[in-house]
């Protein structure tokens, strides 16, 4: 499989995805668009992946890039291959599809129980988080369902977490792919985030603190990425 992923910020990386897709033999080529890089065509490529940022899916005034990123994910879509969005790339995926991307009433950054819908819980990828295990959260902004999609989890702070639109688009607006070294350099980029604090908030030290949850974000990742790709 020809894998391409698209890069919003240099610390933004595919972390534990490029092991599954590595693992598999996937060739995976990559878009950095904050240094220029040109789009792929889109035959040219059989899986897209749109990663994260901390710029809104709507700013295509400051990030000139973003409206012909938009059309790559449109064209992508109608031509059946898969695309999977994560954080701003879920919200890039939900504008494409027709839906609103919004500021959501809480920052939610930290690890935060997600739990499937009652529509997610008889779909295989939404009964993945049946368990209401926590993942890690970073993101300001939310989603709407797209019409025709199947909303698959929620979580307390946040009601719209992830999505399917037919077999082949996935949007998770978590971040099951960060390895603590991610997590680590989202903590030094993104610290002016942290500072206000809220009600779903953590610090940089609750969110490195336990090894144990970042081992168990990679094997639901994994999981969720082999329903996904199968």
């Known amino acids: 499989m020809r894998v ?22 996937h060739a995976v080529n990559a878009s950095r668009l904050y240094q220029g890089d040109p789009l792929p065509a889109p035959e040219d490529l059989d899986a897209l992946v749109v990663m994260g940022g901390p710029m809104g899916a ?43 991307v ?6 939610e950054i930290g690890w935060f129980p997600v739990q499937s819908t009652e529509a997610g819980a008889g779909d295989p990828l939404g009964a993945l988080f049946s368990d209401s295990a926590p993942v890690l959260h ?30 082949n688009v996935l949007a998770l607006q978590f971040h099951l792919e960060l390895a ?7 903590c030094r980029e993104c610290a002016d ?5 809220g009600p779903w908030v953590q610090s940089e030290a609750e969110m490195l603190a336990d ?14 990425l082999d329903l996904f790709f199968a």
């Not at 240099?10 to 490029?18: H, I, M």
């Not at 929620?154 to 037919?166: L, T």
């Not at 603590?180 to 989202?186: E, G, T, V």
């Not at 094997?219 to 969720?224: A, D, I, K």
């Open 102 to 107: 919004t500021t959501n009433p809480e920052r």
């Open 211 to 224: 090894p144990a949850l970042f081992h168990a974000a990679r094997q639901r990742l994994h999981r969720l």
């Open 180 to 186: 603590p070294d991610n997590a680590r350099a989202l």
């Open 193 to 197: 985030e942290l500072a206000d604090g």
């Open 4 to 25: 391409h992923y698209l890069s919003h910020v240099p610390f933004e990386k595919l972390g534990t995805l490029a092991e599954w897709f590595d693992a598999h033999g």
């Open 138 to 167: 970073w993101h300001g902004d939310t989603f709407a369902i797209p019409e025709g999609a199947v909303h698959l989890a929620r979580s307390w702070g946040c009601d719209n977490q992830a999505f399917r639109y037919g077999d």
């Open 58 to 100: 709507d700013n295509e005034a400051r990030y000139p890039w973003m409206a012909d990123e938009k059309r790559l994910i449109e064209a992508c879509i109608q031509g059946g291959k898969k695309v999977l969005g994560v954080c701003l790339g879920a919200q890039l995926i939900a504008r494409v599809l027709g839906a609103p």
